[in-house]
């Protein structure tokens, strides 16, 4: 049962890094002019519809234990509705503490909002997927020792590692290396900024690291969703930790504190 | 950005027509070269301000480096000067006749330019003087106020156009009658930042115009050339040989050729000569393998070429050789300039190694100390013993000490350059080779115990380590991101953002525990009774998790037992829910008041808008609300008296903004009467004093009588509200939401979140610490110079008084750490139940000050040489300096208070 459940979480993950990677590259083949750094925006939509559409129809299908009554349609839908509400709700408290974090409140709104989104759909929906709109059950998952089943784990380990990589991706924000990516991100923007250009010479340049800090950020938050993800499977199948997982999160930190 | 007027007779023109030459702006380098002192010295020797010229200008001593006023003095000139103080202060005997303004006094910019301008009819007229210097301040000020965007700016430069046109004209007028042509020189001594400030190393900060005007100057037909960037060092080397005077002994600035470009060919290469030769000298004092520099070689090249030259000259050679091996000699001598001029810039920077190590080696042995001590001091008993006595018999702290030295010995036999060490007397060099020596011994004593019990315990240890909350790995990592973070100088530059994203983090994990705490407290209540478990196996080792493990239970008797009974319990748990995310807004809010740093400086902030004259109104309206919530959040823990007091002192802070003319009173809207508002401000200083006094007297009665704790903490408020009123008289106008917020947030974190939350001290220590730090940058302050309001150092004060000036100056700068640090210790003392809660937090607070202190002393010495070390790195170890300072002194006081409750029982 175990080394099933394992098995079946360890494809999901594969298939998540895989279509992370692919949206970087794909787009590039059917839209002009896409880059990763010069339309950000694009690709973070691009990149949060594919991830989430992967995350439902995977997790949906690898479900771990399918509720065994049937319900109606119509139970069905409003847990649907509900889902979406809950999305839609941990979609503008995401872009709420970015605000609170020092975003600006209304210039590069959408940046922010998409920020949100894709922060959203790495750590609610594998959540609203495997819990449901249940927030008792969120919760029981998210107090420490809470976790009852490796997908639980999974869960924690996936939105924590989420929610700390975007919070390291805030590093680079005051650096200021007149690197080629940001000074082509200062082109990209400088039309979005056109307006104030002409009331303020330096206008456009305030702008500058903003979306690139949002690109970094969710570079970032990208590379270490990955590197947990990986980490976390590789983790799983180590047989060491699959005879006793007692309480593997507390084992792992302690292991981590250890060396 | 002062305008400076230097009018000099020049001695060697026979141009006639009246020209302009635009050299354009020029250049400081990176180089804090805030203060005055320092532009006006390196404007006059040509030579490079040290980053210590900056701190020292505050009592401008006299310059005694070798200066052109003083060459000029000695060759008999006459000089006359109007204008900044700091300049009779420099040269006190060098002037015939001078009339110096105060130029401290920044809030005034009318007054400071017309005591320049009222001599300047009469001394046009008169033929007594050489050079007659003006310094205008009121440009200066007007940026420090209002910033380079400010309505105040077009005036003031009008003012400016035709006092130099009124120079210009009279002086062409003279040129009629006299031989010798006048050059006018108009330059800037320093830029002015988005902000307004100075100091930086940006490119608005470090170049300024510099406009020489002559006749001797031959107009260049068709469109002007666009202008060049030169040094500013160069003036002073220009001048010296324009004026036929001995060029200043440490300038490192070559000549400006275009200003002799239309002289003979023979004159040209005498004066690059004379630069060069003086370079040359310079580099051979400073450099020992001066032989092998690229300038000196050229320099060599050039002289002989020089020689060639003149031989050829002397012989009649009127040819097309002649001018052309001019041009080559010509060229020659420029490049040699330059060369030379570069590697003297790079050699300014001396550094005394020897001093810096051990000073870092003592800094680092007692950071190692206090970490080493770290579990013994935070268990139950808050003791820790430094084996000091018996480590200081030992056979290796003789032996260290004798090493040592030996070594003091042999270096400073040795050096070549001065040391600080070894000018100070054999005494105290031996004091410091003791204290390194018996520090290392304690040190080694310690780590041996440590190991000694570890052994044993290292299975619990990891045990337990599972058993952090969030919170501490947040205080850990943080405090560790932060440190690591010191070693980049944009990291430096903008550290408000590493507070602000700190505490933002700190309230979203409380705001997580609040959450915990009250939707699971069943589930918390097992978990924690496992870890509790955990930790009756772990015997010896952080201990004083212990008092905050049993949350629920005790928050629980708080919720009965509390003066909370006014609300319902479901408004209490709402309100406790939501006070993180109201701090976090309040912080928000702080964050668009003052923009800091240096890459978003330039954004308008809020505090901008409130500042600009055409918001007096609403700065009125906001500084009353302030005010009113000030003393609202205040009054609640004074005694009758105080509050008294504190109602008048915050009555008289509002009189002192109107007096300045920062508010509008409601009954004098048209009146604009600005006086310095000394009478106001003093008055506040008697409440601020009467109630610090209420304070003492309340402490000294709780130490000498036996009364109760009470009494004490009653006085610890009473010290902290005085300090409230001084903040709130000292701040800049628009900062007092800053003092408004801070109370609030204060006041909403000890009713809702320590309280009931159950936090140890270290835990609540390190809050305030992180609070305070946000706070020193919600003010408006920043890692650089240019950000220090020295303004407040003459809050009710008539002139320039050094140590109250000082004292407020670092006061104001400084009002967020400090009034976080006396928060700490008045809610820990008023929260009697914890026992040895105050020694605690003062080891606490120690720590935590001194670890990114040490680490950063470290970087520095090892960053000596990167590109910002005097822009980025040099003021923020002064910051830090300062800091320590203060720390220091906030821990002897936490430490006296745990005292008189030693002596009490």
């Known amino acids: 049962m175990k080394d099933a459940d394992i098995k079946r979480l360890f494809y999901v993950h594969i298939f998540c890094i895989v279509s992370i990677i692919l949206t970087t590259f794909i787009p590039s083949f059917f839209l002009e002019d896409f880059s990763v750094l010069e339309t950000h925006l694009t690709w973070l939509c691009i990149c949060s519809m594919c991830v989430a559409i992967i995350n439902v129809v995977l997790y949906l299908q690898v479900k771990p234990n399918p509720s065994s009554k049937r319900s109606s349609i119509f139970h069905k839908i409003s847990r649907l509705l509900k889902s979406c509400v809950y999305f839609f709700i941990s979609c503008l408290l995401f872009h709420a503490i970015i605000v609170l974090y020092g975003a600006p409140l209304i210039e590069l709104m959408l940046e922010t909002f998409l920020f949100a989104v894709i922060l959203s759909t790495f750590t609610t929906l594998p959540c609203l997927c495997l819990l449901g709109p249940n927030i008792k059950a969120w919760l029981r998952v998210f107090t420490r020792n809470g976790a009852t089943s490796i997908w639980d784990n999974s869960l924690q380990i996936t939105t924590m590692s989420s929610v700390i990589g975007a919070w390291l991706g805030a590093f680079p924000i005051p650096l200021d290396w007149e690197r080629p990516w940001q000074s082509g991100q200062r082109k990209g923007c400088s039309y979005e900024a056109g307006d104030h250009r002409i009331q303020a010479p330096s206008a456009g340049e305030k702008h500058r690291l903003y979306p690139v800090t949002f690109t970094t950020i969710w570079n970032n938050q990208r590379v270490t969703h990955q590197i947990f993800l990986a980490l976390e499977t590789g983790w799983l199948w180590c047989p060491l930790q699959i005879t006793q997982p007692s309480h593997p999160p507390a084992s792992f930190l302690k292991y981590t504190i250890l060396t | ?905």
């Open chain 2, 1 to 905: 950005m002062e305008a400076a007027f230097l009018l000099l007779s020049h001695p060697r023109g026979e141009g006639r027509t009246p020209q302009l030459l635009p050299l354009g702006s020029w250049d400081w380098g990176p180089r804090p070269t805030d203060q005055r002192r320092a532009s006006e010295q390196a404007l006059m020797t040509g030579s490079i301000p040290g980053f210590i010229d900056v701190v020292m200008n505050f009592n401008s001593p006299v310059l005694l480096e070798d200066n052109l006023i003083g060459q000029a003095k000695a060759a008999g000139k006459r000089v006359i000067f109007y204008g900044d103080d700091t300049w009779i202060k420099l040269f006190p005997k060098h002037f015939v006749e001078y009339d110096g303004t105060t130029s401290f006094f920044v809030p005034d910019f009318k007054e400071v330019d017309d005591n320049v301008t009222r001599h300047l009819d009469t001394v046009l007229k008169r033929e007594d003087w050489d050079i007659l210097i003006l310094h205008y301040l009121g440009l200066d000020h007007i940026g420090h106020l209002t910033g380079p965007h400010s309505s105040l700016i077009g005036p003031k430069l009008k003012e400016m156009d035709y006092i130099l046109k009124k120079i210009h004209i009279s002086l062409l007028s003279k040129e009629k009658e006299a031989s010798l042509p006048h050059l006018l020189v108009l330059c800037g001594d320093h830029g002015m930042s988005e902000a307004g400030g100075h100091g930086a190393s940006s490119v608005e900060e470090v170049s300024t115009p510099l406009l020489l005007i002559s006749s001797a100057f031959h107009r260049k037909m068709g469109n002007l050339q666009p202008p060049k960037h030169v040094q500013q060092t160069d003036l002073a080397a220009t001048l010296a040989v324009g004026l036929g005077l001995p060029i200043p002994k440490n300038s490192v600035g070559s000549i400006l050729y275009p200003v002799v470009e239309k002289r003979t060919m023979r004159e040209q290469l005498r004066f690059l000569h004379l630069n060069s030769v003086q370079l040359s000298r310079l580099l051979q004092e400073n450099v020992p393998m001066y032989e092998k520099d690229p300038g000196f070689q050229q320099f060599k090249v050039s002289e002989k070429l020089h020689g060639n030259w003149i031989k050829l000259y002397l012989e009649g050679n009127n040819s097309e050789v002649l001018l052309n091996l001019g041009k080559k000699v010509l060229k020659q001598y420029l490049d040699a300039l330059k060369t030379l001029s570069m590697s003297l810039s790079k050699q300014v920077a001396q550094y005394d190694m020897y001093s810096m190590m051990v000073g870092a080696i003592i800094v680092l042995e007692i950071t190692i100390l206090l970490l080493l001590s770290t579990p013994k001091a935070l268990c139950q008993n808050a003791a820790f013993e430094i084996p000091l006595s018996s480590s200081s018999f030992s056979l290796l702290f003789y032996l260290m000490v004798l090493i040592l030295s030996a070594v003091h010995v042999i270096i400073c036999t040795s050096a070549e350059r001065t040391c600080f060490l070894c000018s100070i007397s054999w005494l105290m060099a031996v004091g410091v080779m003791m204290l390194i020596s018996a520090l290392l011994c304690v040190i080694v004593a310690l780590l041996t115990k440590t190991f000694e019990n570890v052994r044993p315990s290292a299975q619990n240890l990891a045990a337990s380590s599972s058993g952090w909350s969030e919170l501490d790995l947040l205080i850990l990592f943080g405090t560790l991101g932060h440190v690591l973070s010191l070693g980049a100088s944009s990291f430096i530059e903008e550290e408000h953002q590493t507070w602000y994203f700190l505490i933002n983090t700190l309230c979203l994990a409380l705001g997580h525990e609040v959450f915990r705490n009250h939707f699971l407290g069943k589930d918390l209540d097992h978990n924690l009774a496992v870890e509790q478990n955990i930790k009756k196996n772990a015997k010896n080792v952080l201990q004083y998790k212990n008092d905050y493990v049993d949350v629920p239970e005790t928050s629980k008797i708080y919720k009965a037992s509390s003066s909370m009974e006014l609300l319902p319990k479901v408004y209490e748990k709402w309100l406790q829910l939501a006070s993180p995310w109201f701090i976090l807004i309040c912080c928000r809010l702080l964050r668009t008041l003052n923009q800091t740093g240096v890459q978003w400086a330039h954004r308008l902030d809020f505090g901008h808008w409130l500042t600009s004259s055409d918001h007096k109104i609403e700065l009125s309206v906001l500084t009353c609300l302030s005010l009113i919530m000030i003393f609202v959040l205040v009054q609640r823990r004074c005694s009758s008296v105080s509050k008294v007091a504190m109602a008048l002192g915050l009555l008289g802070v509002f009189c002192y903004r109107a007096a300045i003319g920062n508010v509008l009173l409601p009954w004098q809207r048209d009146r604009k009467s600005i006086s310095k508002g000394i009478i106001e401000a003093r008055f506040v200083y008697v409440f601020v004093l009467g109630i610090l006094f209420t304070g003492i007297k309340d402490l000294l009665k709780s130490q000498i009588i036996f009364a109760d704790v009470s009494i004490k903490s009653l006085g610890l408020w009473d010290i902290y509200n005085g300090l409230v009123l001084l903040a709130a008289l000292l701040l800049r106008p628009h900062n007092l939401p800053v003092l408004v917020f801070s109370l609030l947030i204060q006041a909403v974190m000890t009713k809702f979140i320590w309280k009931p939350l159950k936090h140890d001290a270290a835990q609540v220590t390190i809050m305030h610490y992180w609070f305070g730090q946000a706070f020193f940058y919600f003010q408006g302050n920043s890692n650089n110079i240019a950000t220090l309001d020295i303004s407040a150092g003459f809050v009710g004060l008539e002139s320039f008084i050094e140590v109250p000036a000082l004292f407020l100056t670092v006061f104001a700068t400084y009002i967020g750490p400090i009034l976080w640090a006396i928060h700490l210790l008045s809610f820990l003392s008023s929260e009697n139940n914890r026992s040895s809660a105050i020694s605690h937090a003062s080891f606490c607070y120690a720590l935590i000050c001194s670890i990114p202190v040490s680490a950063y002393i470290i970087l520095v010495t090892s960053l000596r040489y990167h590109l910002f070390i005097w822009s980025v790195f040099s003021p923020k170890l002064l910051y830090e300096g300062v800091h320590l300072f203060i720390t220091a002194t906030i821990c002897v006081f936490f430490i006296v208070m745990d005292q008189t409750n030693l002596i009490k029982p």
